[in-house]
């Protein structure tokens, strides 16, 4: 009897100490950095609930089909990312007395993989066990997370890193935006891709949600089950920028997501899957009843090669008492950040960008702005993508060639043979900005004035990306007549005009809109006119000008 008692009291402890164990792992990823020559710079980022046990040193697993082994990564960093600002009078489970705390444990250490006879490596980390106050499924289960990383590609490739915290508490009843905000900037030219998947309890082996929650429906949102609805109803979760977005509506309830990464490359010319990272994390729906989270208004950009792009960043809360700061990821290296933090109550910015022909591609540059407020003791935060398209800035060589007269034979030779939708414009300004022709067609003759002139070239593509060329042509002067200034003329008063010539090879051939040849006219209008002549000289260049003439008739004269 006494031994089936201990046997009793050995399992219900057993019982219960799992128990106690399973309030402590909310969530883990795993990122990596390639050294050469098979060595790795391994993180392991851990979250752990501060309402539960102290988190263990579980080694990272390795493993591929030839062979195992395991690392112990030393402990870099513990840091409280539970949310609360600093100024707040309270602090959070993991240093006070809040509700909940949320702890970030790194594991960081180099591992040589180069003994393994193998390509697709996985790395894995697990721990019992994830939380016992789970509603949608996964309660006590044992946590599991793993990377998966070709030690075979060429150049070898690290992982993308996440630059956003987790969102482990978010607002009942209020819109949530979040973005992981993954970053892949040691490895130029890769893309990736985004998808919602089940969590693990350890390799191979999903853990079920229960009632009609998914891994694709892993909360009860405005409108469930119906994940299609549209915005704020629904469930939202982009699979190229990795955008979340939906409005709780069960307070209290926890729940489990992962969002799968999958790395590509273009191999060969065809894109191969060449690593895989998984983030886990749990969410905790609460009543926020004294604050309302942030909003971030902006567009997405397209920008042309070699053209600078920028993109306004803008910030709301419909608290006025609250001031918002916003912040990025710097997502997209050589692009610059501007901001007006601190000087006003909810902040704008701008990030701008001028990429070049290296940076055009069919894949987004992306990067996330997160808008936070000043809210105790929780504050506000939303977390948002965007990303600019480069498409290429289409290219030509102008060719103008001097003709007699002033004129110019214009022609351009683009640098593609194949700019989609290629349309092209001709403009020409004189020496006073003054434009003075406008052409169509790819080749022309334009007709310049003499001096200086400023020849433009535009081409557009459908894309659409504009670019513009100009040239500068100076133009030898030729035959060229003047009329006086315009003038007026009592009735009565015949008045000769003079076409004063000058430049140009003689003989000089005249015609008037008098109908007069020579190179003098007589007019006498009954009526406001305008007279023109026309010069032709011996080379068959022409000119002509206008005289506008105002006419007035005789005053009446009384003497009486």
């Known amino acids: 009897m006494k031994k089936l008692l201990l046997f009793v009291f050995i399992f219900v402890s057993t019982i219960v100490?799992?128990?106690?164990?399973?309030?402590?792992?909310?969530?883990?990823?795993?990122?990596?950095?390639?050294?050469?020559?098979?060595?790795?710079?391994?993180?392991?980022?851990?979250?752990?609930?501060?309402?539960?046990?102290?988190?263990?040193?579980?080694?990272?697993?390795?493993?591929?089909?030839?062979?195992?082994?395991?690392?112990?990564?030393?402990?870099?960093?513990?840091?409280d990312i539970t949310g609360i600002d600093a100024k707040c009078p309270q602090s959070s489970r993991c240093s006070g007395s809040f509700q909940y705390g949320i702890e970030e444990h790194i594991y960081k250490g180099i591992i040589d993989l180069?003994?393994?006879?193998?390509?697709?490596?996985?790395?894995?980390?697990?721990?019992?066990?994830?939380?016992?106050?789970?509603?949608?499924?996964?309660?006590?289960?044992?946590?599991?997370?793993?990377?998966?990383?070709?030690?075979?590609?060429n150049p070898c490739n690290s992982s993308p890193v996440f630059t956003s915290k987790p969102a482990a508490l978010i607002c009942v009843g209020q819109d949530f935006e979040f973005n992981n905000g993954a970053l892949d900037t040691i490895d130029v030219g890769d893309s990736l891709s985004y998808?919602?998947?089940?969590?693990?309890?350890?390799?191979?082996?999903?853990i079920s949600y229960s009632g009609s929650w998914s891994s694709q429906k892993p909360i009860s949102f405005l409108g469930f089950p119906?994940?299609?609805?549209?915005?704020?109803?629904?469930?939202?979760?982009?699979?190229?920028?990795?955008?979340?977005?939906?409005?709780?509506?069960?307070?209290?309830?926890?729940?489990?997501?992962?969002?799968?990464?999958?790395?590509?490359?273009?191999?060969?010319?065809?894109?191969?899957?060449?690593g895989i990272t998984r983030r886990d994390v749990q969410i905790i729906v609460v009543n926020c009843p004294n604050n309302k989270v942030p909003k971030i208004k902006g567009q997405s950009a397209i920008?042309?090669?070699?053209?600078?792009?920028?993109?306004?960043?803008?910030?709301?809360?419909?608290?006025?008492?609250?001031?918002?700061?916003?912040?990025?990821?710097?997502?997209?290296?050589?692009?610059?950040?501007?901001?007006?933090?601190?000087?006003?109550k909810k902040a704008s910015g701008q990030?701008?960008?001028?990429?070049?022909?290296?940076?055009i591609s069919n894949i987004p540059y992306s990067f996330t702005i997160t808008a936070k407020d000043d809210a105790c003791p929780l504050a506000g935060q939303a977390i948002r993508s965007f990303s600019i398209t480069v498409r290429e800035s289409p290219e030509a060589t102008?060719?103008?060639?001097?003709?007699?007269?002033?004129?110019?034979?214009?022609?351009?030779?683009?640098?593609k043979?194949?700019?989609?939708?290629?349309?092209?414009?001709?403009?020409?300004?004189?020496?006073?900005?003054?434009?003075?022709?406008?052409?169509?067609?790819?080749?022309?003759?334009?007709?310049?004035?003499?001096?200086?002139?400023?020849l433009f070239l535009t081409l557009k593509t459908s894309t659409p990306c504009v670019n513009a060329f100009v040239d500068t042509i100076d133009i030898d002067p030729f035959v060229h007549v003047d009329l006086p200034s315009d003038t007026l003329i009592c009735d009565g008063n015949p008045m000769a005009f003079d076409a004063v010539t000058t430049y140009g090879k003689p003989a000089y051939h005249y015609t008037w809109s008098t109908g007069d040849t020579a190179k003098q006219t007589v007019v006498n209008p009954g009526a406001d006119s305008t007279f023109w002549v026309s010069v032709t000289d011996g080379e068959g260049c022409d000119n002509s000008d206008t005289v506008k003439v105002k006419w007035s008739p005789l005053p009446p004269i009384n003497i009486g």
Not at 239 to 264: A, K, Y
Not at 314 to 330: F, G, L, P, Q, Y
Not at 351 to 359: G, I, L, Q, R
């Open 303 to 344: 920008a042309c090669s070699g053209q600078q792009v920028c993109i306004d960043i803008e910030s709301s809360d419909d608290d006025a008492k609250d001031t918002v700061r916003i912040n990025w990821n710097r997502g997209i290296p050589k692009a610059t950040f501007t901001n007006n933090n601190g000087s006003v």
């Open 17 to 79: 100490f799992n128990q106690v164990k399973a309030t402590h792992v909310m969530g883990s990823d795993i990122t990596y950095k390639c050294l050469g020559n098979g060595k790795y710079e391994v993180s392991v980022t851990v979250y752990r609930d501060c309402n539960g046990v102290s988190l263990s040193n579980s080694p990272l697993r390795v493993k591929c089909n030839s062979g195992s082994t395991q690392f112990t990564l030393p402990e870099v960093s513990v840091k």
């Open 398 to 415: 102008i060719q103008a060639t001097k003709l007699i007269c002033g004129r110019v034979a214009v022609d351009f030779t683009p640098l």
């Open 351 to 359: 990030v701008c960008w001028t990429p070049t022909k290296n940076d």
């Open 226 to 274: 119906n994940a299609g609805l549209n915005s704020p109803a629904g469930f939202h979760f982009d699979e190229t920028t990795g955008d979340l977005s939906f409005r709780p509506t069960v307070q209290n309830q926890v729940t489990v997501l992962v969002i799968e990464v999958t790395e590509w490359r273009k191999i060969n010319g065809i894109m191969t899957k060449i």
């Open 114 to 153: 180069s003994a393994l006879n193998c390509c697709e490596v996985t790395l894995s980390w697990d721990q019992c066990c994830r939380n016992s106050n789970i509603t949608t499924g996964a309660a006590n289960a044992n946590f599991y997370t793993e990377a998966v990383l070709d030690k075979c590609i």
């Open 417 to 454: 043979n194949n700019y989609p939708g290629l349309t092209y414009e001709w403009l020409v300004k004189d020496s006073n900005n003054v434009s003075i022709a406008f052409s169509s067609k790819k080749q022309d003759t334009i007709r310049f004035q003499p001096g200086k002139n400023r």
């Open 195 to 206: 998808a919602l998947v089940n969590p693990l309890s350890s390799a191979g082996v999903a």
